[in-house]
């Protein structure tokens, strides 16, 4: 039973094609957008990647001369928005005549069954049932359709009616209502009919937003040199050194070698900062005491605001500036102004505007533009993504006995990210949401990622202090444009295939709508020829270990940031979305790249293959072509470059046929997901450092030895291997560097005599020759070769 069940299981891994009803359609039958052709229309069409969807859409503006309470002699208004069974509420006002509530209310109309919309004022009371004071009713035939780019519908004064629709009541009420589409302006803010159940500051969770990424900066601090630093105990110079602070990020130069009051150091410190810039660059001259205690000799501390910003590798002037002093009482604090000679620290700091920050792996980068905007390049490109739908996704959690899932999207490319509404209470969710990037380079990634939304109730604080709460990943899809093709929409089903402790779990699919408008077919050309980060990242480069670090720095920068925002983009989703742990040791990933490299020499391992099978003459036919071709270009040898690449050329022009027809996706048989092991699986998803029993680590540090052994043994070998080569010439083995000198003399000497032609030629030959010319025991220069020393023997 498992057998057939394993290939239909690797069919729904796999990516779909689709065929959506994209465009606007409208009920007088025009249809715009749907063809996927740039034309004159286009500028009007912004919703042609996304399936229309219809919602009824009521503005409930203000109201005015409502009458008080005979009673209480107040009146505290709320309006109530009725169609059918569903019910949409206004705030309320206290004692006030004259509210202004200026919200919408969408209705999607595939839920519509009623034929009457009524909209009903009342008065809100405390103990007793609300009063009412009048309602508007609107027949659903008569609602007006606005068609986009009209300009919104303007809001009328209503008289309110009585109960039975008899006779006029006190107050108005200014409404509008209409039908439209999810391309309306009012859509993102209005409340949804189907998430009435959501309440409180749940409200704000679910809508749908564009977020943009804060400026960020390399922060360069050159730490040249201090004067009259000095210690507590003045008898002993100091080993002085310097500790920078910029908000959680602390950094410090070596300590200086020599002993001294001005000691020089002549190093940079790099940060990550973001604007506005809310952190200072705090410095703090210490002096290493024992190897336990630091002593702060001196502290200044500096507004980024100050400091330079740089544009190129010039340079830039370098200051001095005064420290605090450190080390007297609380009752002698005024002594330190009576210092006749201040210490201070000279540094050169400024803002570098030509790198670009990384906050994401470079292997899924989504911008490499610099930080300032004038070094900015026009963009190449329009890349517009229709998020339509997610279908099968699975239960993410449990609500009032029943399973449920609240899924949103969120989308990353550059500096802006999207984030969906959230779709309360489905398997299946519809969003429709269409969104535009510029693009300046096409070798980039765009990242999307399905969550389900844990934040509706309006108890975030409390969450937030149990600290539980986070809102679960369902999966991500990354599409990297240089991969698709110019003017084309892919409509495909991405499977949303995620990694968890117990195994790989297909959790649904995102379909998607995808289209890259070409601007500059030059500038796309021109670009493949260019370095894919700014100029600085190659002038002035930073070691690995710092893009580490300062990428780790930047993506908590991002992450803090945007978790600011209303409604916040999570800590949790930010994290996932720019591949926070991708640099931690996992098993699987070891295995996947390992075979990734040996996939590499395949071609290579098999066009051996075939020429060990034509030197043994496997099949005479093809020996008896290659020795033809052979002496062909023996003959003419200015034939063999140009039949190279024109070879080359024909075997592009033959793979064309077999191009790929889908953008990649991810690829579970790549990512060795499917056969790996659980306990791999286990220590993958181990924290670090790990809370695993003593046990299990050392069972896992052994295994891991294991492994480290083998390729201990295999980068041996290959030292060894070049070891002898460096043995040759090096005398170690006098017989065989005699031996290989003699050699090398007779061949300079026949070579010289001996034209080019005739030695490939015979060498070509004996290559080639045929299996009854051949011995069976290894080559003379094999066997010389593996008689050379190495220095494996002086290993201990």
């Keep these: 039973m498992s057998t057939p069940a394993a290939p239909k299981q690797q069919e729904d891994y796999k990516l779909k094609d689709m065929k959506p009803q994209l465009g606007e359609r409208w009920p007088h039958g025009g249809l715009r957008g749907g063809g996927g052709w740039i034309s004159s229309e286009r500028a009007t069409s912004t ?67 009623a034929s009457l919309l009524e909209v009903y004022v009342r008065d809100r009371e405390v103990v007793t049932r609300d009063d009412y004071i009048g309602k508007v009713v609107f027949d659903m035939h008569e609602v007006p359709t606005r068609v986009p780019p009209d300009s919104p519908l303007a809001p009328q004064w209503y008289r309110l009616e009585d109960r039975q629709g008899n006779s006029k009541v006190r107050g108005e009420i200014m409404l509008a209502v209409w039908m439209g589409t999810q391309a309306d302006e009012a859509f993102p803010e209005s409340w949804h009919s189907d998430a009435a159940s959501v ?96 002593e702060v000799m001196g502290r200044t501390v500096l507004p980024l605001t100050i400091f330079e910003r740089r544009l190129d590798h010039r340079p830039v002037h370098s200051r001095w500036f005064n420290l605090e002093k450190f080390g007297f009482g609380v009752l002698e604090g005024d002594r330190r102004h009576e ?53 099968g996704i699975l239960q993410m959690k449990t609500k009032d006995g029943r399973g449920t899932t609240d899924a949103y999207c969120v989308a990353k490319y550059g500096q802006k990210w999207v984030r969906t509404r959230t779709i309360i209470e489905s398997f299946n969710p519809k969003w429709n949401e269409q969104y535009t990037w510029e693009v300046y380079d096409p070798c980039t990634v765009i990242t999307l990622g399905v969550f389900d939304n844990c934040h509706l109730g309006g108890n975030d604080k409390a969450a937030a202090a149990g600290g ?36 790989l779990k297909k959790m649904g699919e995102l379909q998607l709508a995808v289209r890259f408008t070409c601007l500059s077919l030059a500038n796309i050309i021109y670009l493949y020829g260019h370095p894919l980060l700014p100029k600085m990242h190659y002038l002035q480069p930073f070691t690995v270990n710092q893009l580490e670090s300062l990428r780790f720095e930047a993506m908590n920068i991002v992450a803090s940031r945007l978790g600011r925002a209303e409604p916040p983009l999570r800590k949790e989703v930010v994290e996932y979305m720019l591949d926070v742990d991708s640099h931690m040791w996992s098993m699987r990933r070891s295995k996947a790249n390992f075979y990734r490299i040996v996939s590499l020499f395949a071609g290579a391992i098999s066009m051996s293959r075939w020429l060990r099978e034509v030197c043994h003459w496997k099949n005479p036919v093809t020996s008896v072509l290659v020795h033809v071709l052979f002496f062909i270009l023996i003959c003419y040898p200015e034939l063999i470059l140009p039949t190279i690449f024109l070879y080359m050329f024909l075997i592009g022009i ?50 891991l030895r294991s492994v480290a052994g083998r390729i201990q043994t295999v980068v041996g070998d290959i030292a060894t291997q070049g070891e002898r080569f460096q043995a040759l010439l090096s005398w170690r083995d006098t017989r065989a560097t005699s031996l290989f000198i003699i050699f090398c003399l007779m061949a300079a000497v026949i070579l010289y005599v001996t034209p080019f032609r005739i030695i490939a030629l015979v060498a070509g030959l004996f290559w080639l020759r045929h299996p009854r010319f051949r011995s069976k025991l290894p080559t003379v220069p094999s066997n010389f070769f593996r008689r050379l020393p190495s220095r494996a023997d002086s290993m201990l």
């Excluded at 400024?350 to 990384?358: F, R």
């Excluded at 110019?486 to 968890?500: A, F, G, K």
């Design 339 to 391: 210092q006749k000679f201040s210490s201070r620290v000279h540094l050169r700091v400024c803002l570098e505007g030509a790198y670009h920050v990384l906050d994401e792996s470079t292997m899924y980068i989504s911008d490499v533009r610099p930080t300032v905007r004038q070094l900015w390049k026009n963009p190449v490109g329009i890349l517009e993504v229709g998020i339509l739908s997610a279908q």
């Design 468 to 503: 539980s709460q986070k809102d679960s990943r369902i999966g991500k899809v990354r599409i990297r444009l240089s991969t698709l093709e110019m003017d084309r929409i892919y409509t495909n089903s991405y499977p949303l295939l995620v990694l968890h402790p117990s195994g």
């Design 47 to 113: 919703y042609d990647l996304v399936e229309q969807m219809f919602y009824l859409y009521v503005q409930v503006v203000k109201a005015k001369d409502l009458p008080t309470n005979s009673v209480t002699g107040s009146c505290d208004p709320y309006v109530e928005v009725k169609l059918g069974n569903y019910k949409g509420k206004t705030q309320h006002f206290e004692k006030r005549t004259n509210p202004e509530w200026k919200q919408v209310f969408a209705f999607s109309k595939e839920r519509i069954q």
């Design 654 to 703: 033959w793979n064309y046929r077999f191009r790929p027809r889908h953008p990649p996706h991810m690829d579970t048989k790549l990512s060795w997901a499917e056969a790996v092991h659980a306990d791999e699986l286990d220590e993958e998803f181990d924290t670090f450092p790990t809370s695993k029993l003593q046990d299990v680590v050392r069972m896992r540090y052994d295994k």
């Design 199 to 294: 309440q409180g500051e749940g409200v704000f969770n679910i809508r749908s937003k564009v977020y943009v990424s804060p400026k960020l900066w390399y922060l360069r601090v050159n730490v040249i040199e201090a004067q009259d630093v000095e210690p507590l105990d003045r008898g002993q110079p100091p080993q002085a050194f310097v500790k920078a602070h910029v908000g959680k990020q602390v950094l410090k130069t070596k300590i200086c070698p020599t002993r001294t009051t001005n000691p020089l150091w002549n190093e940079d410190l790099i940060f990550v900062t973001a604007e506005p810039f809310e952190e200072q660059l705090t410095l703090t001259v210490e002096n290493k005491v024992t190897s336990a205690k630091d």
